[in-house]
């Protein structure tokens, strides 16, 4: 099937017996080879719906459907890294021997920005460094579909700015699927194909933009129309 396709999707805690409705009859089609962006305030349901796509948790209701064989890849909200490792192990951990071709991982720990760190440990980098470290672990895998959840909201605004632009050639030189949550609008229009809206739960609004994602400019009319509208609808929450 192309995509992954969320039907219905509802889950809630309990906390102190109290039953707290995190996700409310979500509707959503992620598309193949598209960088989906989910976007919303803090506390809207958004790691939960990540955690529900990538299989972490089930759902209270309804179904998640997707191919079963794709490789999927996740970046999580904090960086979880092995204190013990070096960067170069942490990068390599999990993959398989055969799978570990020297000179791409190298290319890997370049393309983020930490070559001379290979043999760094956790503790000695900053938290945006090992924020990378995590981004670079989950290319190593080659997967098909990455799941990444805030993560560049630890950069510095010039690091970000490269990292999405890594972020989109990655993408669109080996067609990968991208389901990428973020609270920055301007980050939303710079490198969504998809941008999903949601609030308390729910999905408020989805949007798709068809310009070119190596050429986007933030300040091209029709994206400062769509950031007011978005702003607008975040606002009146
Ligand atoms: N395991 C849990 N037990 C109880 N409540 C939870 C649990 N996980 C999440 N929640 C609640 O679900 C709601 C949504 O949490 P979630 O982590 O999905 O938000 P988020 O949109 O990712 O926020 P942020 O932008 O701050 O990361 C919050 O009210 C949170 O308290
Ligand atoms: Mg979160």
Not at 78 to 105: A, H, Y
Not at 111 to 129: C, D, I, R, T
Request: net charge neutral; hydrophobic share 40%.
């Amino acid at each position: 099937m192309a995509g992954i396709e969320l039907k219905v999707i509802s889950k809630h805690y309990y906390v102190e017996n109290r039953k707290v409705s995190v996700l409310n009859g979500i509707h959503l089609l992620i598309p193949d080879n598209r960088i989906t962006v989910i976007l919303g305030k803090s506390g809207c349901g958004k790691t939960t719906l990540l955690r529900l796509v990538g299989g972490l948790e089930k759902p209270d209701g309804g179904e998640i459907l997707f191919d079963s064989s794709r490789k999927t890849a996740f970046v999580f909200q904090e960086d979880r890294l092995m204190p013990w490792l070096n960067v170069w192990d942490n990068v390599t951990f999990g993959l398989k021997k055969q799978n570990c071709d020297e000179s791409v991982i190298r290319g890997i720990i370049q393309v983020v920005g930490l070559g001379g760190f290979e043999k760094a440990y956790p503790n000695q980098l900053s938290g945006g460094m090992k924020q990378r470290v995590s981004i670079a672990r989950a290319l190593a895998y080659s997967p098909s579909f990455i799941m990444m959840d805030e993560p560049f909201a630890a950069l510095d605004y010039f690091t970000r700015e490269q990292m999405q632009r890594e972020l989109i050639q990655l993408q669109q030189t080996h067609g990968i699927s991208i389901l990428f949550v973020t609270h920055s609008i301007d980050e939303a229009l710079l490198i969504g194909h998809k941008i999903v809206i949601i609030e308390e739960g729910r999905i408020k609004s989805e949007f798709t933009i068809d310009t070119d994602l190596i050429h986007r400019d933030l300040l091209d009319a029709p994206l400062i129309r769509m950031k007011k509208t978005i702003l607008d609808i975040l606002g009146k929450g």
